[in-house]
């Protein structure tokens, strides 16, 4: 079975999954690279908000990494942002190449699974993207 390659040549996009507040060191948000990569030094901006900032450290496993490539799961200590500043769902991406941003539509194919009755006008469904929980 062939490897398949890691898109570490595209711009950063990292889904936040959780946040810390790290006591002498600051906010730690945590989640996985999915493309491109994270390093120490970095500006990142968190979409949908566009709150910018700059990466102190990256680890994963309590180890210090100079770099992340997509699918590792990273801590990385940020510079002058709350924890309650970012959330669950929000992106992060490198500031100097393609910053995420809020998208206006989106198209989705939805699979509805085990649903306990009839879907009707006006139901108003839980929706699931990625690590951000919308109802």
Do not use: W
């Not at 950063?12 to 906010?27: A, E, S, V």
């Not at 901006?45 to 994963?60: W, Y």
């Not at 500031?95 to 009707?120: R, W, Y």
């Amino acid at each position: 079975v062939p490897v398949p390659t890691r898109p570490s040549t595209l711009p950063l996009r990292l889904p936040l999954q959780d946040g810390y507040k790290i006591g002498g060191i600051g906010t730690g948000p945590v989640g996985r690279v999915e493309t491109g990569v994270i390093k120490p030094g970095m500006v990142v901006t968190f979409g949908p908000v566009g709150l910018t900032t700059e990466v102190k450290s990256v680890e994963m496993h309590h180890e210090s990494l100079a770099e992340a490539a997509p699918g590792d799961n990273v801590g990385f200590n940020i510079k002058h942002v709350s924890v309650k500043e970012i959330k669950l769902g929000f992106v992060a991406s490198d500031s100097n190449n393609d910053p995420c941003k809020e998208a206006l539509t989106f198209e989705a194919q939805v699979i509805m699974m085990n649903h306990p009755g009839t879907i009707s006008a006006g139901s108003t469904p839980v929706l699931e993207c990625h690590t951000a929980h919308i109802a």
